[in-house]
């Protein structure tokens, strides 16, 4: 069946100035391609600023820090050498081109801590 997906995401995670963190992102089916999957990062106030698609293709302007992983159903968002600059809400979006499914989804907030 191809009804309606899941996407689910942690509540939250957060990390030491320096540190690393990774965000995992699991859809209930595996997205179209096994790679049609994006990243997001909005910031306090601001628009979505696309980080990642193709779960592993980094977009313009995105630091070589943000790394995608992943395929199928699972997927994940690693951040080395975080910055405060890096305190933001992430989302992941199941990115189908085929059909338009429901998709329900939830977003990760990180935070940097001294």
């Known amino acids: 069946s191809r009804g309606q997906v899941t996407v689910t995401q942690p509540g939250a995670v957060s990390s030491a100035a320096g540190g690393s963190v990774s965000i995992s992102c699991t859809t209930s089916q ?19 600023k696309l980080l990642i698609y193709y779960a592993t293709t980094r ?15 699972s997927f994940t968002l690693s951040i080395s050498g ?13 990115t189908e081109t085929e059909l338009t499914d429901a998709l329900h989804w939830r977003h990760t907030h990180t935070h940097t801590h001294s």
């Open 30 to 48: 595996s997205v179209y391609g096994s790679n049609r999957l994006a990243w997001y990062q909005q910031r306090d106030g601001g628009a979505p």
């Open 59 to 73: 977009a313009s302007g995105t630091p070589g820090r943000f790394t995608g992983s992943g395929s199928g159903s």
């Open 82 to 94: 975080v910055t405060a600059e890096d305190a933001a809400h992430y989302y992941c979006q199941r």
